[in-house]
């Protein structure tokens, strides 16, 4: 049982608890995902700001709230 | 910008099907009747990598793990993207696992298995700092050389006259049964469900309509091999034999005898196995690495490659304790519980969600 637990691709869980595996994964999966989601949204405002620092940024951002 | 060619695409998909498929025996619990069943398992895989490029069709320039994103939005998309890497880490640490249990039993009894599974990722780690392009014109380089070797090795056995065509009958002698056991879902999802993974690199194809026919043509072929290569091995050393063996490859190739001078011809085992299990532990990790730089938008991946070299080889040590625990979960546990989710139930929900989506919005211009 602590075999399966602390080895979840090891053979005692894949064998005994098949699931566990796919469950160790997913749990990864969604600790991980919030990784993506910060950087994705300071990446955007970099980007963001870069854009409204640089004259022609502020060009197109004013163009596009005209539009 | 990098660019992938037909021929070096239709090469590594190839050889990443093939993969260590040959040297374990594929579709052994079918018995004398494993050729029916590989031959199967490339027809039901070629539809299965059809499906694969049409999700690339309707996807075009996005990777694999952007299609979640895309289809699935952001919250729902990117943990189901995230699936992928991190099964690939573990299946690469099945590839270093092989090494761990093939080695020692077939060259280098003495050495420690840590030690040659080690400097093998070293050198992985070496060729992955290279690029994709040097990855792909170096399987551009490796396939003849295979084909080379795999014409050789029919020729020899042929011609040393130890196979017994009656062995392969019989044909379905005990029904479809244990065919289509061996087919589902194991003898689909193994070879032809994995190459799923390639969908990282298919937007770097130098000409993307081509790509269905780059794939079908390379599961073809490998599907042609695999089921020559069953042939080869029930004639050799019969269905007893073929489907008690671990490596049936290794001892088919041990029976070559030709007058008395062309023996012990292990070694072009050993060439496969290194090629073979070199590429495609590399293609693992590049694939892995690649998914994650895109997923937490990272401009240098080279500290990832490191870090994931180190957790393979952590995890390719400490899955067995030896070689029937090792293929005891490849057959048993792997094909019904994490390839099957990952390699047809997903792709098949989120081909039907781009399909409708693509209809729905089809209509609403129309």
Request: hydrophobic share 55%.
């Amino acid at each position: 049982m602590q075999a399966a637990i602390l080895w979840p691709w090891g053979y005692e869980a894949m064998t005994r608890y098949p699931w566990e595996f796919l469950a160790f994964i997913a749990v990864m999966a969604l600790l991980l995902s919030p990784i993506t989601w910060i950087r994705a949204k300071s990446l955007g405002q970099r980007k963001d700001n870069a854009a409204s620092r640089s004259k022609s940024g502020q060009r197109r951002q004013n163009k596009a709230s005209r539009q | 910008m990098v660019k992938i060619s037909a021929y070096q695409l239709f090469a590594i998909t190839s050889m990443f099907q093939l993969g260590t498929t040959l040297i374990f025996a594929f579709g052994a619990s079918a018995g004398r009747d494993a050729w029916i069943a590989a031959l199967l398992s490339s027809g039901l895989g070629s539809v299965l990598i059809g499906m694969y490029t049409l999700l690339q069709k309707m996807h075009p320039g996005q990777t694999l793990v952007e299609w979640f994103t895309c289809e699935f939005g952001r919250w729902l998309g990117t943990p189901l993207a995230w699936l992928y890497p991190l099964v690939w880490i573990y299946d690469a640490g099945r590839g270093v696992a092989d090494l761990k249990f093939l080695l020692p039993s077939t060259i280098l009894p003495g050495t420690p298995a840590w030690i040659l599974v080690g400097s093998f990722l070293l050198l992985i780690l070496y060729f992955l700092f290279s690029g994709i392009e040097v990855i792909c014109r170096l399987g551009g380089m490796i396939f003849p050389v295979l084909a080379a070797l795999f014409s050789i090795e029919i020729l020899l056995l042929l011609s040393s006259g130890m196979h017994h065509f009656s062995y392969l009958q019989p044909v379905l002698g005990e029904g479809w049964g244990r065919v289509w056991k061996a087919v589902w879902p194991l003898g689909i999802t193994q070879s032809f469900g994995e190459s799923i993974e390639l969908a990282m690199i298919w937007t770097l194809l130098a000409s993307p309509k081509r790509l269905m026919g780059i794939n079908l043509a390379a599961t073809l072929n490998a599907g042609i091999v695999i089921t020559l290569f069953d042939v080869l091995a029930i004639i050799v050393l019969g269905e007893k034999i073929f489907v008690r063996e671990y490596f049936p490859l290794i001892q088919t190739l041990k029976q070559v005898s030709l007058a008395e001078f062309i023996e012990n011809l292990d070694v072009m085992f050993v060439i496969y196995l290194f090629l073979s299990t070199f590429f495609k532990i590399s293609l693992h990790m590049y694939m892995s690495v690649i998914a994650v730089k895109q997923l937490i938008r990272i401009r240098n991946p080279k500290w990832l490659m490191v870090l994931f070299a180190a957790v393979t080889f952590f995890v390719g040590m400490t899955m067995a304790k030896n070689m029937p625990e090792h293929t005891t979960v490849a057959f048993k546990t792997l094909p019904n519980f994490i390839w099957l989710p990952l390699f047809i139930v997903l792709p098949v929900l989120l081909f039907l969600v781009s399909l409708v989506r693509r209809l729905l919005a089809k209509r609403r211009y129309a």
